[in-house]
């Protein structure tokens, strides 16, 4: 595309926090210290977490800058970003959350390939832009269909960045055409993140965002939408960002036994404490956040001071001054809910968090039942060893 092109090194990335921790330089990979994530139910843009996969795109000429739509539709279109613009705008609210979250914990009990992560590679964003489904239909398909007159039943998303696992090729993913075209799924055209025009390390000038799905579907700086008759045949649907049981091991795997991994399963963690803290005696208030896939909300939040032996409830919200109800209309299904608990702590212990989602899911317990290859979607209880020093302090 002329107004936006994909440089093949590293000499034109933009600006960053320098608070963020880096776990890939190039491509850039970096998420907020724990104690960041909880200071505001909306993520600031400069603390949500970077994954990427190559350089940075570039915006050459924003005027010139088109989303091309084909495939199996009766009339492709160019759209540019006035024509998108012009469409109603929506803003959700939504957790956007890596598959690799928490990977390094995973690893540490068996390696996994990967980039290390702690408990930080998601944040919670006010998007803003076109549902997909709209834009759909200015080609000719209507909401909610599940398949095009010629054959269309999923909808890629094609960006122009170079990764090295596409042998140089841009980012790709796809989810059905069911769910693009169903405005209650809010899939979105994102030209804005938390009000701001969204700037080029989450996709400027436009992404994907696909709420309640791991990350890898939300496709930044998209260059063309594609409607297909197969899932996107891509590396990062095919050959990555699938789950696998713990049996499978580099020697045997298959990649055709597993699908591409679309909603990500209820997660937790607490971010008010780092591994290993040494605090004082005493009070104590434990933190974080939950969040689940699928549009499921957070019914409870467990806690133990014991390792897991008894539990107590937080208590979890949303917006400030607004009780947390998990299925009501007014708090936001797509996004996570901070919890807190004040518990008094008089010696050594590990403090354990887990999360329940409207379905009544659980997080496992151990790490090992979930342990897969690719350390993706470790969702096991998050444990936290605190030292209680009672002098010296
Ligand atoms: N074009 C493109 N889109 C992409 C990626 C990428 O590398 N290139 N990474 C994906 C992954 S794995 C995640 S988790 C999210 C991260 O979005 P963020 O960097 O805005 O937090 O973007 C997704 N979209
Ligand atoms: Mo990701």
């Not at 990062?236 to 036994?257: A, C, E, G, H, L």
């Not at 409207?358 to 060893?385: F, M, Y």
């Amino acid at each position: 595309m002329p107004g936006l092109t994909a440089p093949s090194d590293y000499a034109r990335e933009p600006p960053r926090h320098p608070c963020l921790r880096i776990n890939s330089k190039e491509p850039f990979n970096a998420e907020p210290p724990r104690s960041g994530l909880i200071l505001s139910y909306v993520t600031p843009v400069d603390l949500f977490y970077k994954r990427n996969h190559g350089p940075i795109p570039l915006v050459e000429d924003i005027e010139r800058y088109s989303v091309s739509i084909c495939g199996l539709i009766d009339t492709p279109r160019e759209l540019f970003m006035g024509d998108i613009r012009m469409l109603p705008k929506y803003t959700v609210t939504a957790t956007l959350q890596c598959a690799g979250n928490r990977r390094t914990a995973m690893s540490q009990v068996k390696k996994v390939k990967g980039v290390g992560w702690d408990v930080s590679a998601l944040g919670n964003a006010v998007w803003g832009g076109a549902k997909l489904a709209d834009v759909l239909e200015l080609v000719g398909i209507p909401k909610l269909a599940s398949t095009t007159k010629s054959g269309g039943k999923h909808v890629e998303f094609v960006s122009v960045d170079k990764c090295k696992e596409e042998n140089g090729g841009p980012y790709k993913a796809s989810i059905p055409l069911s769910q693009a075209t169903n405005p209650t799924a809010e899939v979105l055209l994102a030209y804005e993140m938390n009000g701001e025009v969204l700037n080029r390390d989450h996709g400027y000038p436009l992404r994907v965002v696909v709420p309640g799905v791991i990350g890898a579907r939300s496709v930044k700086w998209l260059d063309s939408i594609n409607v297909i008759a197969n899932e996107c045949q891509g590396f990062f649907m095919q050959r990555d960002y699938k789950m696998f049981p713990p049996s499978v091991n580099w020697d045997n795997i298959n990649w055709s036994t597993s699908r591409p991994q679309m909603d990500f399963p209820v997660q937790s963690a607490i971010c008010s404490l780092e591994d290993v803290n040494a605090i004082k005696p005493g009070k104590v208030k434990i933190s974080g956040y939950a969040v689940s896939g699928g549009g499921r909300g957070i019914e409870r939040v467990d806690i133990s001071i014991d390792g897991g032996k008894s539990w107590l409830q937080a208590s979890r919200y949303q917006k400030a001054g607004i009780p947390y109800v998990s299925d009501d209309l007014n708090s936001d299904k797509w996004a996570w809910v901070l919890f807190e608990v004040v518990v008094d702590i008089s010696s050594s212990t590990t403090i354990v968090a887990k999360a329940v989602d409207l379905a009544a899911n659980v997080q496992p317990e151990k790490v090992e039942d979930i342990w897969n290859l690719r350390g993706i979607l470790n969702t096991s209880w998050h444990q936290v060893q605190v030292r209680v020093g009672h002098s010296n302090m």
